[in-house]
């Protein structure tokens, strides 16, 4: 696979089932999640990003922003400047080509545009690495969500 990626806001029916979709594709399938799990009652008033081929508008990933008193549930942070980056997936063929990177960036600067000062996530374990070298800091003890391991982590917006 090659080729630029374009990353935008979800907006209408096709992005929101393409980001679906690709959820579906990676934690369900790949990942064993339970679909009752995976899609929860955050979805209907999330920020949605989609990463698409720029070449041909396949969907190549996702992400979602928490914002509000849904992010504040999610980050267990009373600060309402604090938004939640979650779901993020990559479809495998597409992992490696920095979609991930680039739809991390995006969601970031959605969060900018609706005024907030922070971003918390939950990373799972093996994905710290990536996270850190987007600037993001682990903080808290580990704990299990859909029986795999995460760390609470942070990035200031600047």
Known sequence: MSGAVACRVAVGREDLDA?????????VAEQGVPEDLEYDEYDSGA?????????DGVALGTGRLLTGDAAVVKN???DVGVGALGRLAV????RGLGVGAALVSAI????????LHAVDLHAQT???????RLGY??????????????????????
């Open 137 to 158: 800091e682990a903080y808290g003890a580990e704990f299990l969500d859909a029986g795999i391991p995460h760390l609470a982590m942070r990035k200031a917006l600047r």
């Open 47 to 55: 920020v949605h990003v989609l990463a698409v081929r720029a070449e």
């Open 91 to 94: 479809l495998r063929a597409a």
């Open 126 to 132: 093996h994905a710290l690495g990536f996270y850190e």
């Open 19 to 27: 980001c679906f979709g690709v959820r579906k594709e990676v934690f």
């Open 108 to 115: 970031e600067a959605a969060a900018r545009e609706r005024g």
């Open 76 to 78: 267990g942070d009373p």
